[in-house]
């Protein structure tokens, strides 16, 4: 490539460093790659040695050539349970403590680009860290080099994650809705949008004071990099940069080049075990009419409540929708027992297998295969931003459920801004009547009136998400190459 020959590709070496949760490593790793490709830099990602080893069944069939490092972590030592490194599988009460003793890599992360230093005879280009590595700002100023952060989230929820954290504006207890620095007045936002701990937040918390200490220090980063693009999210962007007062580049989507180009995807790996073989959904997809299956799933680490599970079966049954539902045991039970029939309605099960209305898949599906198959017509997510992005990249619209961390400011840019979802509830404890969910499932499929608003939106923003890159990635690389010239200068100053 041209970019290689432009910037002494061989001797420059970035670090990468994810935060321990699936959703960030996977981003990391689709960027780690991009940069690897268009530079021929040599790649490094740092992370505990279960996640290490999860990125190595991510890229067991490609030819990926990032190198992974193992950092020690024994999270035992830190009161949590025996080989606990990422949050799935983490009851809520516990992430927090888990979040905290992700700042013991501080020592061994230095220590690495210490190492790197001492081999190459220079520090790395620099390091990229999560937004919630605040900490390494520091270690990498102290090894030489410029930290620049990275949010694997999209413009719109990263800015409002940040703002609320640092801003707390929701604590007058006499309006639920708010203004919220960083956004127009017209961007009223509501405390049902915020996660639990949020909302109880007050300054002195432990939630509080990890993310407050986090996010302040990862504004002190060199630039920011943003997992967006800049004609999906441009007016986003335009107030995140006002916000963070430093260079943003949006370097995403980063997304497989299958959904990018619509062709198979029968690649990519998960490194999951599907509870459904991907040629067994597509044999029941294939069997099915062009935009009619209602595609459902809350991710890799949420489920719902049992009462919200048996009302959206209900309402899902009498939808007479056909639809493909990843289930997991509800709220209270063990995330990684067997699923129960007595969580659905009696004899549920049989039901729809006997009408063949849809398929229930335990624990993960195969999402990539099921939403670029043309039958998929909807998808009810808890719009994390890599759901919301494969999604939308299908021109699929989405029904939002959000559960946690920004997925409720997501699921509202997708409402109000986008005009590709609707809602149909917030958060686990909420009411689910089934009646509701019949409502909204033939609103958003209806191919009349606002469905067909939906998703002729969705397909505009799908078009838009396909289209060759605008180069920011480059861009960010050579601003990078010239620090690294300023750096070699006598007097410089520039750390």
Known sequence: METKEKMGCDAEHIVMLPMLAHGHLIPFLALANQIQQTTGFTVTIANTPLNVNYLRSTTANSESKIRLVELPFCSSDHGLPPNTENTENLSLDRIIDFFDATKSLKAPFYNLLVDITRKQGKPPLCVITDIFCGWAVDVARSAGTVNVTFTTGGAYGTLAYMSLWLNLPHRNPDCDEFNLPGFPDRCRFHVTQLHRFLRLADGTDSWSRFFQEQISESLQSYEMLCNTDEQVESQALEWLRKFVKIPVWSVGPLLPPSLLNKSNTSKQHSGKVPGLSAEKCLEWLDLQEPDT???????????????????????????????????????????????????????????????????????????????????????????????????????????????????????????????????????????????????????????????????????KIGQQIRAPGSGSLNDFVTSLMNTRQQQSLPNSNHS
Request: proline share 4%; with cysteine.
């Open 293 to 459: 299956v209602l595609y459902i799933s809350f991710g890799s680490q949420n489920t719902i409540s049992a009462s919200q599970m048996m009302g959206l079966a209900v309402g899902l049954e009498e939808s007479k929708t056909p639809f493909i539902w990843v289930t997991r045991p509800p709220i209270g039970f063990d995330l990684k027992g067997g699923f129960r029939s007595e969580w659905l309605p009696e004899g549920y099960e049989e039901r729809i297998a006997t009408t063949e209305q849809g398929l229930l898949v335990k624990n993960w599906a195969p999402q990539l295969h099921i939403l670029s198959h043309q039958s998929t017509g909807a998808f009810l997510s808890h719009c994390g931003w890599n759901s919301v992005m494969e999604s939308l990249s299908q021109g699929v619209p989405i029904i939002g459920w959000p559960m946690a961390a920004e997925q409720g400011y997501n699921s509202k840019m997708l409402v109000e801004e986008m005009r590709v979802a609707v809602e149909l509830t917030r958060g686990v404890q909420t009411s689910v009547e089934g009646k509701d969910v019949k409502k909204v499932i033939e609103l958003v499929m209806d191919k009349r009136g606002k469905g067909r608003e939906m998703k002729e939106n969705a397909a």
